[in-house]
């Protein structure tokens, strides 16, 4: 799905990525695109910030507060870090800059639902499962809804059992930011994270290690 109230940006995404074989709804305003993703399933949103009827970072957080974790790509003008923070504090998994080049933008919502083929095809601590193919977390045999950052949080955490995750590895892993990126970008991530795992029962497996990062024991 794509919000955009720019109508000429709106029919060249959606046009393109027609023709690149993708499924496309679209908005052009943020209360009919928050309306529109809560009653549908989608693999991606595609996101512009500055939009009428309700602001687009207000719809995203309305979103995630919402429990829906679809992936989310910000498309906007501002392109400055503390904009692109701002954005992923907001629960963004992505992020693209205005002018942008199509060939990159379906690139992103390609690279954003699959994650390549690997030898550690599940990753797994106690009742906590993680399938990188299938992109699936179970608790307890229970699935558990994670966005895109959160799912890459979890399995950096899991490909590294016993050793530190420093913030500058998920920073740069996850975020594609560096550590001098002003305010907090993890934290909110890894608050949600820690809640969707311990709402089935379990002990946070997740410790905080405090002045280096996190780890899973």
């Known amino acids: 799905m794509i919000v955009e109230d720019d109508a000429q940006t709106l029919d060249f995404v959606t046009t393109g990525l027609i023709r690149r074989g993708h499924g496309v709804d679209s908005e052009c305003d943020g209360r009919g695109g928050l309306l529109r993703a809560g009653a549908g399933r989608y693999d991606v949103i595609i996101l512009d910030r500055m939009l009428p009827g309700l602001d687009g970072l207000d719809l995203l957080k309305a979103l995630r507060t919402a429990g829906i974790d679809t992936p ?15 954005g992923l504090r907001h629960g963004a998994d992505d992020y693209l800059i205005k002018p942008f080049d199509l060939e990159e933008l379906d690139a992103r919502i390609e690279a954003i639902g699959r994650r390549p083929p690997t030898a550690l095809g599940v990753l797994r601590k106690d009742s906590v499962v993680l399938d990188r193919l299938a992109r699936r977390v179970t608790v307890d045999g229970a699935p558990v809804e994670l966005t895109h950052s959160e799912f890459a949080m979890l399995e950096m955490l899991l490909l590294n059992i016993g050793r530190p995750v420093t913030k500058a590895m998920m920073l740069e892993g996850v975020f ?14 890894m608050s949600r994270l820690r ?8 002990v946070d497996p997740i410790r905080t290690l405090r002045g280096v990062g996190y780890s899973i024991a």
């Open 72 to 86: 989310v790509i910000l498309l906007t003008a501002l392109g400055g870090v503390a904009d692109r923070v701002e």
């Open 195 to 202: 809640a969707k795992l311990t709402r089935h029962g379990i």
């Open 176 to 189: 594609d930011l560096q550590l001098n990126a002003p305010g907090p970008v993890i934290e909110p991530h």
